[in-house]
Each structure stands twice: as structure tokens, then as C-alpha cells.
């Protein structure tokens, strides 16, 4: 029985920050953002979205009726939780009216929660083939202002349906892990901000590949010429350069078939979005399957996820016949090019001083999306949906 993603869906914030902006105020040659870290323009939050909204916005469009009386599980994965305690899911599963006969779940591993998401729930669905598993990937990677990570920033979030006879991906068995205790990038209680040892990441990054690639093949997994197309996980975009070279290394027969057309259309969206920690990988995947004009049916796509910490995963997917009429390639496009460019003065004052963290706070209404944070009233926090009927507010808390 073939089991995957039936359907992936996108939601970033409708605002963004352009990096030759930031380049000038840091008083650095721009390309060093747009070439040397492969990244344009970091997605920004109002003071209204965070990733409950922005997890919302992106699971709505693809839950049909049939869809959710299916779903036995939400699993939302992030590492920008919003509580110590409560699931962050919880919010969304009321937000989307998804039935309550459901569990409801958060994973939290860094970057790699997601792909830890998507092995559980591909299980799940293997042992009760009539269930739905809506996995969710969403974060706001966040650092000190003007800190060597500030230009990795962004945010946004990536949903996907996992299901029986999926018609995007079938997920293969084989998968190949790697954890090691380092302390590479970590964010302790009371921070907003993360904590990076940057050159450290990187190298440890691309070892946890090289041993995740390495027991991949020995629990049976593909040879990387049978694996034509690659996604490697993004804190920028340029680390997947860094990650396919490292990769054709390990692998230098096979390697020397591959080139760079084998990942990039992977960074498209990545380039215009930033980090999103949880979500970037799989926003990766979805670049690939919207922007490759190559038909991508019955190929083999390998993936390599990373959490910092450290967990890393190899695994891989073949795309399913008549994928294409199931992705959302308009909506996510236009979603992108209709963003608005802020200034610098409103980028660090919504990035920075954050309303929600107010004990009581009414929150001002900036965001135009379907969902937002509506108040925080006793550190309850209040989200509302525009319900097209009336046009009015249901409180969700």
C-alpha cells in the first residue's frame, strides 16, 4: 500500500523585508545576502499573525469535508511555540472546525520536527488506512537584532495531508537517521531569540548528512543516481549548495552525474521567504513541484532534513501520477509577488516588540488573512476567523 502527502499547501505573512535593505543598514555590500547566503527578502509577521494564524491559513484551503471527517490526528510542528503547555495545534484545530474526535499534538525537535511528523504519520496511516494525518510546519525564525543571523530571519508555514494512495508523493520505506548531542543552535525559556554558534552548524549540518545518507543505504535505501532530484533543508538557501557538494562527495562516481539543476528549483521560494525552521525543508519540496518545468511523474526525489541540536534524516519520495493538478501553484505564486515592502522602522517594530507578549493587549488589526490574533487577555490568547457569512469575528481561545 502506498502511503505519502496527498496535498501540501503554503501561508506566509503578507509582508516582507528586502535584505539589500537591511545589507545597507548592517553597511555591508549587499551581495553578500543575495549571493553569498542566496537570500532576497525575509518574510515578516504583523503584529497580528503568528504561527497559529499562519498554520490556519495554510491547512484551511486543502480540508475539504471529506478531508476532515477523515482526520484522526494534527500533529503542528514548531520550535517558536506560543506555550509551555498547550499545544499550539489545539488553536488551529478549533480555528479549522476540525472534528473533536481527534488527537492533538505538537513536536518539537529544532528544524527536524516536521520530518518527525511526517515518519509518524506515515505509519499511522500504514496501520488505519481510512485515516488522515494533517502534519502542520510552522515557525518564525528569529534572531538578535542586528546579530550575524539577523539576514536568515523569516516566517511561515506549510501544511500537508498524509493519506492512503497520496496523489503528490509516495513516501518510500527506507529512511536513515543521525542524533548527536551538540549545542549549535538553542533558544533557552524566557529568549525570543535563538542562539546560533553558526560555523559549528554548518559543520555539524553536513556530517549528520553524511551519516543520515549513510545508513539510508544501509537500511535499503536508493543510489543516489537513482535519486535525481534533491531537497536539502534551508536556513539559507546557499546551504544547499553546501549540502549537495558534500553529498557528491561521499559519492563521487554516482555524484559526477548530478549538477545543480538537480536542487534548484528547491530554493525558489525559499529565497523570497527566509528560515522557517520547520516548514523549510518541506517549502522546499513544494518549490520543486511548482517551479520544475520538467513532468517530475514516477522520479524519485531525495530529502534531507536537519534539526539543530542534533537530528538529521535522509529519506525519499516518488512524485505520483497526475501531480500536478493537486498542487495550488497559482495561489502560492500570487500569494508571493502580492506581498508589501516594509521600511526599516516598521520591520524592526513589528519583529521586535512583540503586543503578545502582553499580559492584556487588544491587538491592532493589520493582517488582511483569514486568521489572526485577535487579543491576549490574561495571557489567554484570542484568535479570530472572518467568517464569509456575516463578516464577523468567532472567538477562538
Not at 478549533?94 to 518527525?116: D, H, P, W
Request: one cysteine or more; a negative charge; aromatic letters at 8%.
Amino acid at each position: 500500500m502506498n502511503v505519502g502527502i496527498d496535498s501540501i499547501s503554503l501561508c506566509v505573512p503578507e509582508s516582507f523585508y528586502p535584505l539589500t535593505d537591511l545589507a545597507e543598514k548592517h553597511g555591508i555590500d549587499p551581495n553578500k545576502y543575495l549571493y553569498g547566503l542566496g537570500q532576497e527578502k525575509m518574510s515578516v509577521p504583523s503584529p497580528d499573525e503568528d504561527i497559529v494564524t499562519l498554520a490556519a491559513g495554510a491547512a484551511n484551503p486543502i480540508l475539504t469535508d471529506d478531508v476532515r471527517a477523515s482526520i484522526s490526528t494534527v500533529i503542528l510542528a514548531t520550535e517558536s511555540g506560543i506555550d509551555q503547555s498547550k499545544s499550539a495545534g489545539l488553536f488551529v484545530h478549533g480555528l479549522l472546525g476540525i472534528k473533536s474526535n481527534c488527537r492533538v499534538i505538537e513536536f518539537k525537535q529544532a528544524c527536524y520536527g516536521a520530518t518527525a511528523a511526517l515518519q509518524m504519520a506515515t505509519d499511522m496511516v500504514r496501520q488505519r488506512p481510512d485515516e488522515k494525518i494533517l502534519i502542520i510546519a510552522s515557525d518564525i525564525a528569529r534572531y538578535e537584532q542586528d546579530s550575524l543571523g539577523e539576514c536568515t530571519q523569516g516566517a511561515g508555514a506549510l501544511a500537508m495531508v498524509i493519506s492512503a494512495n497520496p496523489r503528490l508523493l509516495n513516501l518510500h520505506h527506507a529512511h536513515g537517521t543521525h542524533s548527536f548531542d551538540v549545542m549549535d543552535f538553542w533558544r533557552p525559556n524566557g529568549h525570543k531569540a535563538a542562539q546560533v554558534d553558526g560555523h559549528l552548524s554548518i559543520e555539524v549540518y553536513l556530517e549528520s548528512m553524511r551519516q543520515a545518507w549513510s545508513n539510508y543505504k544501509d537500511n535499503g535505501g536508493h543510489q543516489l543516481s537513482e535519486l535525481p532530484w534533491l531537497c536539502f533543508h534551508q536556513p539559507f538557501t546557499k546551504m544547499s549548495k553546501k549540502a549537495f557538494t558534500a553529498l557528491k562527495e561521499s559519492e563521487p562516481q554516482q555524484g559526477a552525474e548530478l549538477t545543480d539543476l538537480s536542487y534548484e528549483h528547491s530554493l525558489l521560494y525559499g529565497r523570497q521567504i527566509g528560515n522557517t525552521y520547520t516548514a523549510s525543508l518541506y517549502i522546499g519540496l513544494l518549490s520543486l513541484l511548482e517551479n520544475n518545468p520538467q513532468d517530475l511523474t514516477e522520479q524519485n526525489i531525495g530529502l534531507f532534513s536537519y534539526g539543530s541540536g542534533s537530528v538529521g534524516e535522509f529519506f525519499s519520495a516518488q512524485v505520483v501520477p497526475g501531480y500536478r493538478q493537486h498542487l495550488r501553484v497559482k495561489e502560492h505564486q500570487e500569494m508571493l509577488s502580492n506581498r508589501q515592502a516594509l521600511s526599516h522602522e516598521k520591520y524592526t517594530s513589528w519583529f521586535y516588540q512583540s503586543l503578545a507578549d502582553h499580559e492584556n493587549q487588544v491587538m491592532p488589526k493589520f493582517s488582511n488573512r483569514e486568521f489572526r490574533l485577535e487579543k491576549v487577555d490574561g495571557f489567554r490568547r484570542v484568535y479570530g476567523v472572518n467568517t464569509p457569512e456575516s463578516n464577523e469575528l468567532k472567538k477562538v481561545s
